[in-house]
């Protein structure tokens, strides 16, 4: 087992909160990030729109479907800010000029398409809902928040990998979120959506086995469609180097209410069926490191 001292590496990590990553017991790290529910009074004072529209950019209580892989010991690391102050799901480049003030035109990026949707870095407009703030946010403020909230969780999330690997001889990243509800060309609900950003971030295999999982529990499921996986597997997942990473989408309605604000008692279930997954995939893991050292 492998110590981490998240202190060593990080002057604070009030971005988010760690477990089970002081001494390492499996090589796959669960991470949640658009599940934060500290709102910061400075979003909430700017907002443009009635504070609830911002529940349907969270993954309402994702980290609740964690919890009972964090039981059994694995590390985690989940979001404490919500996505609507800052999208740990994309690119520090994906800023919205439309949204600052005080940014030079010339250190403008290519305008991406979730960008161009409202969707960046920082959310703008949500449909339906129209602008969400009041005021343009400064540009230095929006730097701020990428370099004290963004920066750090990935830099945690490369530390620990890099420690399970070395520990493990491989890691994998569970990229845990939560979904609207999508249907197949058949109209059939699909429960989850693995995503591997197609054979990019993850070896096929690992996949293909965790989809087979979900499916051996009754539940539809689909690869890469219509999520594949955005910044944080792009980031993270090598899979050259044995360091895997996997988008797990759960549909909503399959652990909150009707009103998709409240886990209910099935959430329970939910759970133990995902910390099962990652306990299948630990185990292959484990086993493809033992052959090749024995090789």
């Known amino acids: ?63 609740r479907l964690a919890a009972s892989a964090i039981t059994s010991g694995f590390p985690a690391i989940i979001a404490r800010k919500p996505r609507a102050w800052v999208d740990l ?6 800023i919205d000029p439309d949204m600052v003030v005080g940014m030079d035109p010339a250190q403008a990026p290519r305008i991406s398409r979730k960008v161009r949707g409202g969707l960046g870095i920082v959310p703008r407009r949500l449909h339906g809902a129209g602008n969400l703030w009041r005021e343009k946010w400064q540009y230095q403020h929006v730097l701020d928040r990428i370099d004290q909230d963004h920066e750090p969780y990935h ?35 699909i429960a989850f959506v693995i995503g591997d950003r197609f054979g990019r971030s993850c070896e096929s295999r690992y996949a293909e086995l965790a989809a087979d999982h979900f499916r051996s529990g009754g539940h539809q499921v689909q690869a890469n469609h219509p999520y594949s996986g955005g910044y944080i597997l792009e980031r993270h997942g090598k899979p050259q180097r044995n360091i895997h990473a996997l988008q797990l989408e759960v549909d909503r309605s399959l652990y909150l209410d009707e009103s998709l604000r409240e886990p209910i008692a099935v959430a329970g279930a939910v ?3 995902i910390r099962n997954c990652c306990t299948m995939l630990a185990e292959q893991l484990s086993a493809r490191d033992q052959l090749e050292a024995a090789e």
Do not use: W
Not at 3 to 20: G, K, M, R, W
Not at 89 to 94: A, C, D, F, G, L
């Open 1 to 63: 087992m492998t110590n981490v001292d998240p202190d060593q590496h990080l002057p604070s990590v009030s971005a988010f909160s760690l477990t089970n990553v002081e001494a390492l017991k499996f090589p796959v790290l669960v991470s949640v990030p658009h599940a934060g529910r500290e709102y910061p009074a400075a979003l909430l004072d700017n907002l443009n729109v009635p504070a609830s529209h911002l529940l349907r950019l969270e993954d309402r209580y994702a980290d």
């Open 271 to 273: 759970a133990e069926l």
């Open 89 to 94: 799901n994309r690119s520090r480049t994906e």
């Open 155 to 189: 830099s945690m999330v490369e530390h620990i990998l890099e420690q399970i690997r070395s520990a493990f001889g491989c890691a994998l990243l569970l990229d845990l979120h939560s979904m609207p509800s999508v249907f197949d060309e058949n109209r059939r609900q």
